[in-house]
């Protein structure tokens, strides 16, 4: 029923910047832990980075120092900040997570639809 909606994708050249968003398409209580991944054309699906419940991050070697994964005080948004890009990052980025919907009912899993990084001159 609820459904995960990424935006912010886009062209970008190499050493460029882009902001990715993750956000419910209804009403939720609050995203708790979330994950980003991607995957290029012809390669497997990559994890990227990731944030718990209580804010903790990690993140791939591939771009641990550029990207920075965070979530908004309200718990409703998470997003992908991706600095210095290069072309190596282009993929569709997929927004995995946690949510409540409500107080009192536990959390269930869900996927994003994706949205298209291409970095390139």
């Known amino acids: 029923q609820v459904q995960l909606v990424e935006s912010g994708g886009g062209l970008v050249q190499p050493g460029g910047s882009l902001r990715l968003s993750c956000a419910a398409s209804t009403s939720i209580f609050s995203i708790d832990a979330a994950k980003w991944y991607r995957q290029a054309p012809g390669k497997e699906r990559e994890w990227v980075a990731g944030i718990s419940t209580g804010s903790m991050t990690n993140y791939a070697d591939s771009v641990k120092g550029r990207f920075t994964i965070s979530r908004d005080n309200a718990k409703i948004t998470v997003y992908l900040q991706m600095n210095n890009l290069k072309p190596e990052d282009t993929a569709v980025y997929y927004c995995?997570?946690?949510?409540?919907?409500?107080?009192?009912?536990?959390?269930?899993?869900?996927w994003g639809q994706g949205t298209q990084v291409t970095v390139s001159s």
């Open positions: 995995n997570a946690d949510i409540s919907q409500t107080r009192y009912i536990g959390t269930r899993n869900n």
